[in-house]
Each structure stands twice: as structure tokens, then as C-alpha cells.
């Protein structure tokens, strides 16, 4: 019987390979059990989210099987031209010539995405390892090559993966059904060319619905519209999204009688000067005030934490899934939403603890306890947030963790608050724009009640963990 871990009340991990897991996923698109909410195939893994109050994760049926679409076969022209081509080459001991034509000649078959939205691994890649200190940036388009996996970033981010070109087509669009250009069984094969064509073009974007609420006068210093996660684009490498701190948005949304998950204004420490487009109700936190058409409303700073949210009667317009979270612009127009509810588990309610020179984070042990010469130490030390956290993960600043093996694992499910632990020994906490996948070992997992408060610390913010053992 393949292995069930429980990773936190709403995450476990199935280990299974990942013919069956892609399966068992099938089988849970087509069927979906009641509080399922996504299952996020691995190299060799499931994750199963769901909602603990719906769902016994332990009597889920993991014997099903489902029929998968029919494989497609993908033709892609590809330039070899990658800055890592010639380095490539000495390493494996052959000529650069001989290199392409075994990439051209390998069975190239997607195994599952990940990583990025639109991020496909797909085999019939190079069994060398990623680069030691990645690129801080590698443009849309790249061929490159990891860990035995090809694979071809849809946008420009930073990556560690080697570099054998690049190809024209384009790999995500939002605005597309489905957005991902690959699905896993895809086999792609790659034809080589001097010169790429121009990519298509994009897919056109639904026009705006719903009425002009606010217009943004000035932007603050990140503020974007967040709503309750969004589950079932993980096939594609969408990950769920939504607030960060879900307890204050669902608070802000109860005091005006929205959906706790409704989309507002996520506010970064400054927030942005809104005008009113017509006469509206909005809360800012639990204050509510009635605004007149044309009034404006200098939103100010998050006052006891890091991030603050204003909603609106009836709730904002969310962005598309899968678009990247990008901060409102100035001049930009913020629209009345559909008004249908997101899912996801019960949004934790307010009060908690910010502003506190030291928070305690109960987790559970990782999946990858075993990886770390003396794990306890995660319990034991005090780390501090550092300032280049964000929406993808919360970086922590302290004593590094030893490993007694590779960090690299083969790429598997993230959890929200999954807490990973790459080479240099420094913990991430991922948090909602995380990667679907992810390959470092994770040492621990936040639990949900208790990410709000990492959510809302400030930098330099002291953190210390707790052990929540299983009960």
C-alpha cells in the first residue's frame, strides 16, 4: 500500500509513482470526493489538499483510477544556442554537436508541472545537477536541462537549471483554456533550427464585468487584490494563490456581510489613495465607512503588522488564475466581483498576536525529517524574518540547518507552509504564490491556524518554532 503522510490538517502526501499518481488524479477530477480540493501530482508523489472539516484524509479511497485525456504529441522548434551548451558538453564528455542530437533523439514525455505556471518536467533530460548559485533571472522561452528532466520556462525568473536554448512557443497564458500549453503524457518532440519565428500571439482577454467601484489615485508600496485560494489549476502549475494573512481578510469581508474569501485590496505597509466611482460601502480591518462618489480615501499604513486589507461591499473583481500577483497601478479601475465564493477550508478568525518582538510558530514535522543531521534543532533555534520575503515564501535568517544528504529531492507537492530548507541551510516558509512544486527537503509544516501571524512579521521580526505533534 503506498504511504500516507499527513503533513497538516488540510495537506498529506501520498507516496506513488507518478504513472498512478497522474491516474488517481484523473480519477479525482472526474469524481471529486466531498472536501478534496486538489491533488498535485510529484516524481514520485501526490499531494492531496483538502478540507479537514469535510474530509477524512486517512479513509480517502486511493486504489481509484481514472482515464486520462490521450496523449498529445507536442512538436516544438528549438534554437540550441543556451549559454550552458559548451560547459554542458565537457562535463558529460562529448562534443556539443553530440549533445543536441541526444537531446533531439531522447522520448521526451511530461511527467507533471510544476515550479512556475506552465513550468512542464518532462523526461529525456540530462542527468546533471542544477547549478550551485542560479541565475537571478532566465529569460521566457529557455531550453534547459536538471536532475534528468527537460523542462522550458514559461516567463522570465530566476532558475538553476542549465541551459540548452531556447524555443519560441508560448508556454502559459492566463487568458487561454486550458493556460498551459503542456498537460502531463504530452510527448514533445523538439526540432532544431537556426532561427525561431515570432511566439503566437496571446489569447484575448475576457473583457472587464461587473461596476466600476474605485480608482486607484496612488498605489502604495505593493498592494494587490487577494481573495480566497483557487484550487484546481494545478495540472497546469497554478498554484492556489489568495491572501496571505486569510484571517484578517475574512475579517474585513464579515463586517460588510461579503463571503469570508472574498477578493479586496491586500495592503504591503503603505497602502495606496482610492477615489470613489460611485457610493459605496468599504472596511478597512473591521472599520467599516460609506463612501460618496467622487470622495477619496488615503487607505495609510498597516498598522499592527505587515499587511492590512480593505474590502468592499460586495467584493472586488479577482485577477485571472494563474496571472502573476502584480500590485495595482495608479489610474488602474477596481471592479465589482461575481460574488461567487472561493473554496478552501474555514478561514481562522481574528484576534491574533502582531506586533510581538518574538512569535511562536506551531509545525509538524516535514517529510523530509530524516534528511537533517539533527532535526530538533529547527525546534531549538531562534531564527528572524528577512526582508526579502514575499508572497512566494518567508525567508529566515539564523543558525543554519545541517544536512546529512542532498537537499535536492525529486520534485514533489508544496504545502502552504511548508517550511523547505535548501543548500545553504536557511528555512523558507512558503506562503500562497508558492511553486505547485517543489524539490528541497522541507523540514516542516506550519500549521494553518498559525501562518497568519509569520503572515504579519515585520523583518527582523524574532520567530521561534514549536513541535505540534499529531494527536
Known amino acids: 500500500m503506498p504511504e500516507l503522510q499527513k503533513l497538516c490538517d488540510g495537506a498529506a502526501l501520498l507516496s506513488i509513482a507518478n504513472k498512478d499518481a497522474l491516474d488517481l488524479a484523473a480519477a479525482f477530477a472526474d ?10 501530482p510529484g516524481a514520485r508523489t501526490l499531494l492531496l489538499l483538502y478540507d479537514p472539516e469535510l474530509l477524512d484524509i486517512e479513509r480517502l479511497d486511493l486504489s481509484r483510477r481514472g482515464e486520462r485525456p490521450p496523449p498529445r504529441v507536442v512538436r516544438l522548434q528549438a534554437c540550441y544556442d543556451g549559454a550552458d551548451l559548451d560547459d554542458l558538453a565537457r562535463e558529460l564528455g562529448m562534443r556539443r554537436e553530440e549533445l543536441v542530437r541526444r537531446h533531439l533523439e531522447s522520448e521526451h514525455v511530461v511527467s507533471f508541472l510544476g515550479f512556475a505556471p506552465g513550468f512542464a518536467y518532462m523526461t529525456g533530460g540530462f542527468p546533471v545537477p542544477r547549478l550551485r548559485t542560479p ?61 525561431l519565428a515570432e511566439p503566437p500571439a496571446r489569447a484575448t482577454r475576457p473583457k472587464a464585468q461587473g461596476e466600476a467601484l474605485l480608482r486607484v ?13 483557487r484550487y484546481g489549476l494545478s495540472a497546469s502549475g497554478v498554484p ?17 456581510g461579503n463571503d469570508p ?85 474555514r478561514a481562522p478568525r481574528l484576534p491574533i498576536r502582531w506586533g510581538e518582538p518574538l512569535i511562536e510558530i506551531r509545525a509538524h514535522r516535514g517529510p523530509q525529517w530524516g534528511f537533517f543531521a539533527s532535526p530538533e534543532d529547527f525546534f531549538d533555534f531562534e531564527y528572524r524574518v528577512s526582508p526579502s520575503s514575499d508572497r512566494r515564501g518567508l525567508r529566515l ?7 546529512e544528504r542532498r537537499s535536492d529531492i525529486p520534485p514533489e507537492g508544496t504545502a502552504p507552509g511548508a517550511v523547505q530548507v535548501p543548500g545553504d541551510g536557511m528555512p523558507i516558509v512558503l ?21 497568519p501571524l509569520l503572515a504579519q512579521a515585520r523583518p527582523g521580526t524574532a520567530v521561534r518554532f514549536v513541535e505540534q505533534p499529531w494527536t
Open 261 to 345: 474569501f472574498a477578493a479586496a485590496l491586500e495592503i504591503t505597509l503603505v497602502g495606496p489613495e482610492l477615489e470613489a466611482l460611485q457610493d459605496l460601502r468599504l472596511a478597512r480591518g473591521t472599520e467599516v465607512r460609506t463612501m460618496k462618489r467622487g470622495e477619496r480615501l488615503n487607505t495609510g499604513l498597516a498598522q499592527r503588522g505587515v499587511r492590512a486589507y480593505v474590502a468592499v461591499e460586495g467584493g472586488l473583481a479577482p485577477a485571472l488564475p494563474g496571472e502573476t500577483t502584480r500590485p495595482v497601478r495608479a489610474r488602474e479601475v477596481l471592479r465589482r466581483g461575481s460574488g461567487r465564493p472561493a473554496q478552501g477550508p
Open 397 to 403: 535568517r539564523g543558525p543554519a540547518l545541517a544536512l
Open 217 to 229: 489615485v496612488t498605489s502604495g508600496a505593493f498592494t494587490s487584490v487577494q481573495g480566497g485560494p
Open 135 to 195: 541565475r537571478m533571472r532566465v529569460p521566457a522561452g529557455s531550453l534547459a536541462v536538471a536532475d534528468g528532466y527537460t523542462g522550458i520556462y514559461p516567463a522570465e525568473t530566476p532558475g538553476g537549471w542549465r541551459l540548452l536554448g531556447h524555443v519560441a512557443a508560448r508556454m502559459f497564458d492566463p487568458a487561454a483554456a486550458p493556460p498551459s500549453l503542456l498537460r502531463p503524457g504530452d510527448r514533445v518532440l523538439f526540432e532544431a533550427v537556426e532561427q
Open 31 to 40: 469524481d471529486p470526493p466531498e472536501g478534496l480540493l486538489d491533488a498535485v
Open 431 to 451: 506562503g500562497p504564490d508558492r511553486p505547485v512544486t517543489g524539490g528541497y527537503a522541507k523540514i516542516a509544516t506550519v500549521i494553518p491556524r498559525d501562518f
Open 240 to 256: 492556489a494563490g489568495g491572501a496571505m494573512d486569510l484571517a484578517s481578510l475574512a475579517a474585513a469581508n464579515r463586517a460588510l
